[in-house]
């Protein structure tokens, strides 16, 4: 299996790990939203949400604790947290995978959680996160 997010959980391919546990990792996403938007994926490959399985469970105490983090070390007033299940649901990596999107009071609501805020420094914020 050929697993983007499998390999990642397995230390293969590099990523922005801000958090760990034994049933998930939270890495920061390459393409984020906003400032410290993270993906929580369980370590096992799950398809996605809709697996016959209770993955999300498992990986529940992983999304708050993320979520804990990206607002109490970056400032975010608040957090989305968005899941895709299928193609036609906009998943592209086939790995369950929760994004945790802070939010900002001087962007707020649900219309602009997918406009992306130019110019975020990933280093800068995998750094304030792992420090």
Request: charged share 30%; aromatic share 2%; glycine share 6%.
């Given at each position: 299996m050929d697993c983007l997010f499998c390999a990642i959980a397995a230390g293969d391919i590099p990523s922005r790990q801000v958090y760990a546990?034994?049933?998930?990792i939270a890495f920061l996403d390459i393409n984020p939203f906003?400032?410290?938007h993270t993906l929580v994926i369980p370590r096992r490959h799950v398809d996605d949400l809709l697996?016959?399985?209770?993955?999300l469970t498992?990986?529940?105490?992983?999304?708050?604790?993320?979520?804990?983090?990206l607002t109490e070390r970056l400032g975010a007033d608040g957090v989305?947290?968005?899941?895709?299940?299928g193609s036609v649901a906009g998943q592209e990596v086939f790995h369950l995978h929760v994004h945790v999107v802070p939010r900002?009071?001087?962007?707020?609501?649900l219309r602009a959680l997918t406009d992306r805020t130019p110019?975020?420094?990933?280093?800068?914020?995998?750094?304030?996160?792992?420090?």
């Open positions: 546990d034994d049933a998930a906003k400032r410290g697996a016959p399985d209770e993955a498992e990986i529940a105490p992983a999304v708050s604790a993320t979520a804990r983090l989305n947290l968005l899941v895709n299940s900002y009071t001087d962007d707020p609501g110019g975020i420094d990933l280093d800068e914020v995998a750094a304030a996160l792992t420090e």
